[in-house]
């Protein structure tokens, strides 16, 4: 048998060997800390397409200016150019000849699925930190500066789902494909 061989037999039965010893202990393992109801209550903020799961509250691009220059222009610029690559969220084209720019713009499908990434994951630096009247507002300065949403149109629950978002018919959905 090669040395190779053997070194995968006995790392195999190694692992084995280490996960029935874990998995017959009656210990607990004691990671983390028990999630309260109130946290769990924090996790449960899915805006959907169809217009469900929206906090109330409203906004304009041009009350979203100030917080988005304030929270968002030090990794998106100041008009959504980015610093890098990854931080671009204006322009792009789907069906440009080489890689597509995948921006706010180009890619996303849905007006709720950038309000539910803002309110989640904005600002990098302090997610879930911007109240709901800041998210919408942010929300309409980025679809502003897309030129999706005219700069006093009042974003909320009930008009945000109904914006058409450009690549809305040509968006793929794969979340089903393993």
């Keep these: 048998m090669s040395t190779l ?15 029935s ?6 210990e607990p393992v ?9 946290q769990l209550a924090e ?19 041009r ?26 969220i204006v322009g792009g084209d789907m069906n440009s000849e080489g890689t597509p720019l995948r921006t706010v713009g180009s890619y ?5 699925t950038v309000f539910d990434f803002v309110r989640r994951a904005m600002p990098a630096d302090a997610p879930k930190s911007l109240s709901d009247e800041e998210v919408y507002q942010v929300v309409a300065y ?20 109904n914006v058409e978002m450009p690549n809305a018919d040509g968006f793929i959905d794969r979340s089903h494909i393993l």
């Excluded at 004691?30 to 109130?38: A, I, K, M, Q």
Aim: aromatic letters at 8%; glycine letters at 12%; a negative charge.
């Design 5 to 19: 061989k053997k070194c995968c037999c006995v790392c195999t039965i190694s692992v084995i060997a280490c996960w």
């Design 21 to 26: 010893y874990i998995s017959s202990s009656q």
């Design 30 to 38: 004691g990671l983390g800390t028990p999630v309260t109801e109130e």
């Design 43 to 61: 996790f449960d903020l899915i805006a959907e397409p169809d217009g469900g799961g929206f906090p109330s509250g409203s906004g304009t691009a």
């Design 63 to 88: 009350q979203g200016k100030a917080v988005y220059e304030a929270r968002c222009a030090a990794c998106h610029a100041l008009n959504g150019e980015g610093v890098s690559g990854n931080t671009v």
């Design 108 to 112: 996303w499908p849905y007006a709720s």
């Design 142 to 161: 980025v679809l502003f500066l897309n030129g999706i949403v005219g700069e006093d149109e009042i974003l909320n629950a009930e008009t945000l789902p």
